[in-house]
């Protein structure tokens, strides 16, 4: 039995129905990023720099202490539509698992080269990038016996035609996001959408992550 194009549109539901197939590009329908807490270390009083290079603050002859990696990714609603505009702020530890924070008692050293937020806004077709320093595990607390935290990087992604985002980004491959708290909070056939796998930038040799964010 064969089935004509208006078939497949009817049981696919769409009104639409051949011209539907053959037409505008469907809407893809998305499932919205998982929010996550937002934790303690949202910088207060960010040190006036927020631009997207976090590891060159300005007037430093010296970068941040780490592995230099990309960060990009698009902006989209629940129709798979670009957000233009969209504000897309992150913050993290430094190279040695610290964040900028008076409130963070971990021991590990501040890293003065370091700016630990980012701010920017989707271009045109709603795509970010940030150019940052791989971020470390850090401990809960400092008791000897205290979980880790696997490496991530804070978002926090507003739009004036969406509901605000705050999540988190995980590195593929960290074997502490087994386990973490905050991921046993996320369902669990939602969390690989957290997770980034690192390829290499074509344009730079740097490691990329691909993060995409969906808002509802
Ligand atoms: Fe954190």
Redesign the pocket.
């Known amino acids: 039995m064969k089935f004509s194009r208006r078939d497949i549109a009817k049981h696919l539901g769409l009104a639409a129905g051949l011209t539907g197939l053959v037409g505008a590009p469907l809407a893809r329908a998305m499932v919205a990023t998982p929010k996550q807490t937002e934790?303690p270390?949202y910088p207060p009083t960010p040190h006036g720099e927020t631009d997207v290079d976090l590891t060159l603050l300005e007037g430093h002859t010296e970068r941040a202490v780490g592995d230099v990696i990309l960060v990009r990714g698009r902006v989209t609603n629940l129709d798979g539509n670009p957000l233009v505009g969209a504000r897309v702020d992150i913050w993290q530890?430094n190279h040695f698992g610290r964040y900028a924070h008076p409130d963070d008692r971990n021991p590990a050293p501040l890293d003065p080269n370091f700016q630990g937020i980012g701010v920017t806004t989707t271009d045109e077709s709603g795509q970010y990038g940030f150019k940052t320093i791989r971020p470390a595990a850090y401990r809960l607390t400092q008791n000897e016996d205290s979980a880790y935290?696997p490496r991530?990087i804070?978002f926090k992604v507003a739009h004036e035609n969406a509901s605000e985002l705050t999540t988190?980004m995980y590195f593929e491959g960290d074997p502490l996001i087994e386990g973490d708290l905050v991921m046993e909070d996320t369902p669990e056939d939602q969390r690989a959408s957290l997770i980034t796998t690192e390829v290499e930038d074509v344009e730079t040799g740097l490691p990329l992550h691909q993060f995409d964010i969906v808002l509802a």
């Open positions: 934790g270390f530890t935290r991530h804070h988190q």
